[in-house]
């Protein structure tokens, strides 16, 4: 089992992580004074409001923790100040590359339109990016359980917004009422443009379907994907050949009940069969964690997973991570270089 020490200093990659789930605490209470709204809260009952319990019952509860912020992020001034604190807190987990998603239709409640929700949060990773040694991209989120007319406006997003920091998609919220099939039509919108997605798909019980119809839909990574674990060998197989990434979060994932017990999760088995797994924290304040705990609830997990085996699954996040192929050869060489003079 490696110490925290040597785990505190490997270079990192997250490609899941929610902003409105991943405010700090000091941001938390800074969005609320810019928001003109008294929480009257001490620090405790502030976490206690934001933060999902341990004991989650189900998907649906973790994510109505998730009410308690949403009215604090309604203004450009605090969306770019919450992005910029999500990268902030991620440059101390020692993560070089990190794309933060949000649904922009959940931040117009003062008016905000989406493009300008978009450009808060881009503006945000941007000043991040100056401030901090780490390179931060957004992606747009669509919820599953919006109305179909509503979620369809976020395609003309990507012919809108130019920026670099925009680089993908992704569909987000209640999986088991909202199969991935009645997306079809929305998602060819966005494929069509050239567009990057990632798919929220497998995170709740006996919904496998959903993984196979992410990938088929286009998705090259699927967010969570705990249930490939009931996919046959020969549709694991092709996810191998295709090389689908699969965003696993370890303590999101038993929150959610999406697994129960150490000895279900899949993640030592999804790699031991060559499937392209990776680390992310999810909602680092919901779950009350750090890509620091994620990694060493892995290896405290599975003890024979070594340094070589963290630097395969960072350089499985590069190759699944939505930017260009001369930026992903720059960070598997920067990362060899680092697991290199770590291991020695």
Not at 46 to 51: E, G, N, S, T, V
């Amino acid at each position: 089992m490696l110490n925290s020490k040597i785990i505190a200093q490997m270079p990192k990659v997250e490609l899941h992580c929610h902003l409105d789930g991943s405010l700090s605490l000091a941001c938390i209470k800074d969005l609320a004074k810019n928001a003109g709204i008294n929480l009257e809260l001490t620090d405790e009952e502030i976490l206690k409001k934001a933060q999902a319990p341990e004991n989650t019952r189900n998907l649906l509860e973790y994510l109505a923790r998730f009410d308690f912020v949403l009215p604090l992020l309604q203004t450009y001034k605090n969306l770019e100040l919450a992005a910029y604190d999500v990268v902030q807190e991620a440059a101390k987990d020692n993560v070089k590359y990190i794309e933060i998603r949000f649904a922009p239709s959940q931040h117009l409640q003062e008016n905000l339109t989406l493009e300008e929700a978009v450009e808060a949060v881009i503006a945000g990773l941007a000043r991040a990016e100056n401030d901090f040694d780490i390179r931060a991209n957004a992606l747009v989120c669509g919820l599953k359980q919006e109305p179909i007319e509503k979620l369809s406006k976020l395609p003309l997003l990507f012919d809108k917004i130019t920026d670099e920091h925009l680089v993908g998609f992704d569909m987000a919220g209640d999986e088991l009422n909202y199969p991935q099939e009645k997306f079809a039509t929305l998602l060819g919108e966005i494929t069509m443009r050239g567009v990057h997605v990632t798919l929220h798909a497998g995170e709740c019980p006996n919904c496998e379907q959903n993984v196979l119809d992410a990938v088929e839909m286009g998705a090259t990574r699927i967010g969570h994907g705990i249930m490939t674990k009931n996919l046959s060998q020969n549709q694991q197989t092709m996810m191998v050949e295709r090389r689908i990434v699969l965003e696993m979060a370890p303590t999101s994932n038993f929150q959610t009940k999406a697994v129960e017990t150490v000895a279900a999760y899949p993640f030592k088995d999804f790699y031991d069969k060559g499937l392209h797994v990776t680390l992310n924290t999810d909602n680092r304040t919901v779950s009350a964690t750090t890509l620091q705990k994620e990694y060493e609830k892995i290896s405290k997990w599975y003890p024979d997973f070594g340094l070589a085996d963290f630097e395969k699954i960072n350089h499985y996040a590069i190759d699944g991570a939505f930017i260009g192929q001369a930026e992903k050869e720059n960070l598997h060489k920067q990362f060899s270089k680092a697991y290199q003079a770590l291991s020695e």
